[in-house]
């Protein structure tokens, strides 16, 4: 339950082994975590099972840098993992060269939740969507196995599990029950959020989404049933004066495949501060904060935008010509609501989370078809807006969602027509 570190005594006449007590504690590597976010520069990390001798063991990743030296790994250690580090740099050494020469799977962090462009994959905590549309569960580590000698460690972020019980044509129902075609509209711009990566390769953009109009008309209780519905309990990112830019560029960054909400842009009378002319660079392939390195070679380190953008708030900030063009405006109103509308909302009160994610799992078990048809009803639904005689952008940005309105109609066997809604 101890190392010890041997050597050699060598006398005149004699050569005897010192033993020397350096730990109480023994190390098991559970995996390497391998850090790809600079191709050109890959970071491993270490996952250690510490084992105490008195009983009892923790886990824990530790960083080169925290092991690197006699100091820092007692420092380590006993931070950690409760426990202590006696050995010198020659017991030091000898510990790292264990460590090293553990055979151990490489595991490969993700960031982000959602998709994962490496792999094709779509890796939540607590789930993974294959390149099939295939639903995996991770192993008892928390970790998702590709092949023999790929893993994938998730990033952190809480993730509701799908669960399945209910039709999720049902849910699609009785959304449109609850807020008529504004909710379908809503819904098939999420649904097309999840392949935003593959949409922006083809077409070069991806709308935004606003959803605005009277208080209490159920927008902020839409946005948690969609957010429920790509595997997520949240409603959004409150912009407030208190957050940082950096902090909220961040919170959207870590969103890959999938939509991150913002609300209440003037709840207050004022803005926060989300630059709203961010989102005329947002529209296209463009990194959401680019910093420079510290370095001499001209290096700079990007924040990806590998996710979709919802505005959900009263009054809609967007003024100037330019951002109108790159927002589908979605408008609430009070006189909208009866007692059908409140009566299907409150069915949806009543199915959980787990159950409103399995919507994700049933739309994504047909990734394939979605991933080669998308395309093809995107161009069908922007000749159906041709006669509207509207700007190119306009016509571009509502086809994404009348398309994909069209192909999860198809998916679920549950045709809902909403195209003169989208034309007016």
């Avoid at 005329?280 to 910093?291: D, E, H, K």
């Avoid at 999860?408 to 909403?418: E, F, P, R, T, Y």
Wanted: with cysteine.
């Amino acid at each position: 339950g101890r190392y010890y570190y041997s050597k050699t005594k060598v006398s005149a006449r004699t050569m005897s082994v010192v033993s020397t007590e350096v730990s109480d504690f023994v190390l098991e590597v559970a995996h390497f975590e391998l850090d790809r976010t600079n191709s050109e520069r890959p970071v491993y990390s270490y996952r250690l099972n510490i084992q105490l001798a008195s009983g009892g063991s923790t886990s824990c990743t530790v960083e080169a840098e925290d092991i690197s030296t006699p100091d820092k790994i007692r420092t380590i250690i006993l931070k950690q993992g409760r426990a202590v580090w006696k050995g010198d740099i020659e017991a030091t050494k000898a510990l790292l060269q264990h460590i090293v020469d553990s055979k151990v799977p490489v595991v490969r962090k993700v960031f982000t939740s959602g998709y994962d462009e490496i792999t094709g994959c779509y890796v939540f905590q607590t789930h993974m969507i294959d390149l099939n549309g295939d639903l995996h569960l991770p192993d008892e580590k928390g970790l998702f196995r590709l092949s023999a000698k790929d893993y994938i460690k998730p990033a952190k972020y809480p993730s509701i599990q799908p669960m399945e019980d209910v039709d999720p044509a049902r849910i699609r129902r009785l959304i449109y029950d609850a807020w008529g075609a504004k909710g379908l509209a809503a819904l098939s711009w999420v649904t097309a959020s999840w392949f935003v990566n593959q949409i922006k390769q083809k077409t070069g953009f991806f709308p935004l989404l606003s959803m605005h109009g009277d208080s209490q008309t159920g927008k902020s209780n839409l946005v948690r049933i969609l957010n429920s519905c790509q595997c997520f309990d949240e409603e959004g990112i409150p912009m407030r004066k208190t957050n940082t830019a950096k902090g909220e560029m961040r919170k959207i960054g870590q969103k890959s495949g999938a939509f991150s909400a913002m609300l209440e842009w003037h709840s207050d009378g004022t803005p926060g501060r989300f630059d709203l002319d961010d989102i005329l660079t947002m529209f296209n392939i463009n990194p959401l904060q680019v910093r420079a390195n510290k370095s001499n070679d001209n290096q700079t380190n990007e924040t990806k935008f590998p996710g979709a953008l919802m505005f959900v708030q009263n009054n809609e900030p967007f003024k100037t010509k330019q951002q109108k063009e790159r927002v589908i405006s979605l408008e609430f109103k009070d006189t909208e609501l009866n007692e059908n509308t409140f009566k299907a909302f409150k069915e949806l009160e009543t199915i959980s989370c787990s159950h409103k994610a399995w919507f994700y799992a049933a739309v994504m078990s047909r990734r394939t078809d979605i991933e080669e048809n998308w395309y093809e009803e995107y161009e069908r639904a922007k000749r159906a807006l041709e006669h509207l005689n509207v700007s190119s952008r306009l016509q571009e940005t509502h086809a994404i969602v009348l398309g994909f309105h069209n192909l999860v109609s198809h998916i679920l066997g549950d045709a809902i027509d909403i195209e003169k809604y989208i034309f007016d």
